[in-house]
T-cell receptor, first 110, second 113 residues
C-alpha cells in the first residue's frame, strides 16, 4: 500500500458545483497534513493545512479522519479558476519528509 | 520577502554532461527539500537537509546524483553524466520547522538530449 493515495480523477464538474476529494494515508502515526494546489507546469502551492478539528477557508473545507486514516477537501461553488491538480501531503510518523500523493485533477467547465 | 528561488529555470544539456541546479531557500528556513517531477507524474523525494544535520539522501536515485547545502542556506543539486531519464522538473522547497508547510520554488526544467 502506498503511503499516500489519491484518486487521480479527473473530476469534471460544472461551475457552481460542490466537489470533494479524499486522500488516504498508511502511517497511523502521521502528524501533519496539508492540501496543495498545482497548476499545469507550475510549482505546488499551499492551499490549506488540515487540522484535527477541521478547518474552513472561504469555499474550501478540509477535514481529517484519524480513525479511518484519510483527509478530505471540499470545494463549494466551484469556479473555472479552481481547475488544477490537488495534492495531498502527509508527514508520516517518525519522518520529517513530506510525502505527496499523486494528485487529483479537477476540471471545472462553464 | 522573497520566496524560494531556483536557477536556472530551464536547462537543456547533452547526454553525458554534468549539470548543477541551484536553490536559494526562504531566509531563516532550516529545512530544505529537493524533489523531481516527471511529466504527468507525482513528486519524487530526492534529498532533505535540516540545519547542520547530515542530510537524508534516501531518495537519490543513483550515485550520479549529489547535493550540498552551504552555510545552511543555498543548496546545489548536481547530476553527473546525465541520462535522458533524468529529464524532469526539479523542485526545491523549504520550511521553517519540522512538520510544517513547505514552500516551493518555480523549479528547474531539465531536458537531456
Amino acid at each position: 500500500r502506498k503511503e499516500v493515495e489519491q484518486d487521480p480523477g479527473p473530476f469534471n464538474v460544472p461551475e457552481g458545483a460542490t466537489v470533494a476529494f479524499n486522500c488516504t494515508y498508511s502511517n497511523s502515526a502521521s502528524q501533519s497534513f496539508f492540501w496543495y494546489r498545482q497548476d499545469c507546469r507550475k510549482e505546488p502551492k499551499l492551499l490549506m493545512s488540515v487540522y484535527s478539528s477541521g478547518n474552513e477557508d472561504g469555499r474550501f473545507t478540509a477535514q481529517l479522519n484519524r480513525a479511518s486514516q484519510y483527509i478530505s477537501l471540499l470545494i463549494r461553488d466551484s469556479k473555472l479558476s479552481d481547475s488544477a491538480t490537488y495534492l495531498c501531503v502527509v508527514y508520516p510518523g517518525g519522518s520529517y519528509i513530506p510525502t505527496f500523493g499523486r494528485g487529483t485533477s479537477l476540471i471545472v467547465h462553464p | 520577502g522573497a520566496g524560494v528561488s531556483q536557477s536556472p529555470s530551464n536547462k537543456v544539456t547533452e547526454k553525458g554532461k554534468d549539470v548543477e541546479l541551484r536553490c536559494d531557500p526562504i531566509s531563516g528556513h532550516t529545512a530544505l527539500y529537493w524533489y523531481r517531477q516527471s511529466l504527468g507524474q507525482g513528486l519524487e523525494f530526492l534529498i532533505y537537509f535540516q540545519g547542520n544535520s547530515a542530510p537524508d539522501k534516501s531518495g537519490l536515485p543513483s550515485d550520479r546524483f549529489s547535493a550540498e547545502r552551504t552555510g545552511g542556506s543555498v543548496s546545489t543539486l548536481t547530476i553527473q553524466r546525465t541520462q535522458q531519464e533524468d529529464s524532469a522538473v526539479y523542485l526545491c522547497a523549504s520550511s521553517s520547522a519540522v512538520n510544517t508547510e513547505a514552500f516551493f520554488g518555480q523549479g528547474t526544467r531539465l531536458t537531456v538530449v
